[in-house]
């Protein structure tokens, strides 16, 4: 109180209050300036290549042009009606969207269960964590050359069928491709959904299972109107990110079936792949490619919308 009344009398006695220093144009731009190195990152591996593939996308660029491919021959967007008109892409763009989601809902449930097997503690629960947790770990590579050696004709999966009086299978080719892509995704992915559906579960409070305990709430009931609210955001995330992996799975399908894919299981990597450096069309590719970023930023966009920051406000604005 006595500083503010020596203020007031300030000046009376001729003196002036103490004025607030200005911040100098260094001083303000100083956040923008630290955010230098990231904006620099993403545009030299973002940006640059995004530019120059949309200029090679317009090119008839290929094994006669690549030695000299600024002065490739300037083509427009035939390269993308061609891809429409004269390739696969839609077929391969419609077994990437099925098999992308049929892999994202087997996935949700058997991961789910998985995370509500090892919720509670119980004596070998760290081993069984552990356990659930090695297809995930494992490098695609070894997953790929894992499975294709028990799927060939002479693989153990046959044996085991012929042993069993079953009729043994070409997995490799024809339409049990398809399937077989799946199953591999499948039991590689789904300790994904393991992991968030984990995490939703031990975000939950001692005291609602102890609340639901004492309401007499049966198992079913329980889970369904007390722990499954806990887990719709962290599963429908998850699900958000199992489907753009599944969409970008270049390594699995390359391993299993190689290049050019079966047609049964001709998906949006590996025709980009196969145009590119099998049949050494690099236009043509680039053009699938910037094709194939345009499909996934749908759901792309879903992603980015669930994880957005929280800014304290709802959608009216209001806090």
């Not at 600024?70 to 969207?97: K, Q, R, W």
């Not at 025709?271 to 194939?292: D, E, N, P, Q, W």
Request: charged share 15%; proline share 6%; hydrophobic share 50%.
């Amino acid at each position: 109180m006595k500083k503010d009344a020596a203020l007031r009398r300030a000046p009376e006695l001729g003196g002036q209050p103490p004025a607030k220093r200005r911040r100098t144009v260094s001083e303000r731009n100083r956040p923008l300036w630290m955010l230098t190195p990231g904006a620099l990152l993403i545009g030299l591996i973002i940006i640059v290549p995004l530019i120059l593939g949309i200029y090679i996308a317009m090119l008839q660029l290929d094994q006669y042009t690549i030695r000299k491919w600024i002065s490739a021959p300037f083509v427009g967007l035939n390269n993308f009606v061609e891809a429409f008109t004269s390739t696969d892409l839609v077929h391969a763009f419609g077994n990437s969207v099925g098999f992308s989601l049929i892999a994202t809902v087997i996935t949700v449930p058997i991961g789910v269960y998985a995370a509500l097997a090892t919720q509670n503690a119980y004596r070998g629960r760290s081993l069984v964590r552990s356990m659930f947790l090695i297809p995930y770990v494992l490098p695609s590579f070894v997953v790929g050359s894992f499975w294709r050696t028990m799927l060939q004709h002479d693989g153990i999966v046959n044996k085991v069928l012929t042993g069993l009086g079953l009729p043994a299978g070409q997995w490799l080719t024809g339409p049990a491709s398809f399937w077989v892509l799946i199953l591999v995704e499948v039991w590689a992915a789904w300790p994904f959904i393991y992991l968030m559906a984990l995490s939703g579960l031990q975000s939950v409070d001692q005291e609602v299972h102890e609340a639901a305990a004492i309401d007499g709430a049966l198992w079913w009931t329980k889970l369904r109107y007390v722990i499954f609210p806990y887990l719709r955001g962290p599963v429908a995330l998850a699900c958000l990110i199992a489907t753009l992996h599944h969409m970008n799975n270049f390594s699995l399908a390359f391993l299993l079936f190689g290049v050019p894919a079966p047609f049964d299981v001709q998906v949006l990597p590996t025709l980009v792949y196969s145009m590119s450096f099998t049949s050494l069309r690099f236009g043509m590719g680039a053009a699938m490619a910037l094709i194939s970023l345009l499909l996934i930023a749908v759901p792309l966009y879903f992603y980015l919308k669930a994880v957005r920051l929280d800014t304290g406000t709802d959608a009216g604005g209001k806090k």
